[in-house]
């Protein structure tokens, strides 16, 4: 069970270091998204998300700083919940439909990640 708790969480994390890694490579795209959603500053925020998942991916692979982790992740999730992905906003139906699925699918994400808490530390196969 340790090696498939291992694969879990390694790829749970690939998720977010590949969402965070684009987070640097498309900066601007998704800064211009992200003005459009009313996010202030929104190429450092941008950059500063990319920051907060990929330390948040890594700790959760590697299973050290799991709490920070946790929460790096979560606030992530949070405001992309809350700011980012209003589908409730959205007037056109298919962009309504996009936003719901990722507004769904973060939020799954965060029930995941609050799963975690549930798992003694120190976890095992960590650092």
């Known amino acids: 069970m340790e090696v498939i708790f291992l694969l879990g969480r390694v790829l749970f994390g690939a998720l977010f270091l590949y969402s965070g890694w684009g987070h640097f490579v498309n900066n601007t795209g998704l800064a211009i998204y992200a003005q459009g959603k009313g996010v202030p500053m ?9 920051v907060m998942i990929i330390l948040g991916a890594l700790g959760i ?3 050290i700083y799991v709490k920070l982790s946790i929460l790096l992740l979560s606030l992530f999730l949070i405001g992309t919940l809350f700011k980012i992905h209003t589908f409730w ?3 056109n139906p298919n962009a309504k439909t996009m936003e719901q699925v990722q507004f769904m699918k973060n939020a799954a994400l965060l029930g995941a990640l609050l799963m975690f808490l549930s798992i003694l530390e120190p976890w095992s196969l960590s650092l």
């Not at 929104?42 to 990319?50: D, E, K, L, N, S």
Request: net charge positive; glycine share 14%.
């Open 42 to 50: 929104p190429r450092i925020v941008v950059f500063a998300t990319g």
């Open 61 to 63: 692979i590697l299973g």
């Open 89 to 91: 906003k959205e007037t």
